[in-house]
């Protein structure tokens, strides 16, 4: 017999999750889906396609993060409009004797000067565009090939 129980309980752990997954918490609710939607970030093609968009930059130096910038892009639309995210601009120096001199700032970058020898430098920069379905994507890939393949045999030579 004990040899039975601590097998019976090892196999009754997985169960527990998805026992437990319907229950919520007292006092915790739903969080609604715009507020979600907001903290996210993406936009709505408007045929059912939701795009999420960011772009973050690491630099590091010796393993230290020296500078590091996120965009994330709730509404396309607006973002282009007002150049959001694109006057994010960092330097990091490493060493004596290093000098910037910016006239204008530019638009967005970052700048790394280096005088010290055998610094381990990395940069970094990591696109993440998600979407809703797959489904949705391969339809418009779908139509897409239909109307390319239409065009072409009904074209003459």
Known sequence: MKKILPLLLLLSLPGAPAALAGEVPGGWGAVDETVLANARGGFDAGNGLLVSLSVDRLLSMNGNVV???????????????SGAGLSSFHTAQ?????????????????????????????????IDATVNSLGVLKDMNFS???????????APR
């Open 67 to 81: 500078a590091s910038s996120q965009l994330a892009v709730p509404d396309v639309a607006k973002a282009a409009a």
């Open 94 to 126: 490493a060493g004596a004797g290093n000098a910037l001199a910016i006239v204008n700032q530019p638009l967005a970058g970052l700048v790394l000067q280096n005088s010290a020898s055998d610094q381990l430098i990395r940069a970094q920069t990591t």
């Open 144 to 154: 897409d090939s239909l109307r390319q393949a239409l065009s072409t045999s009904i």
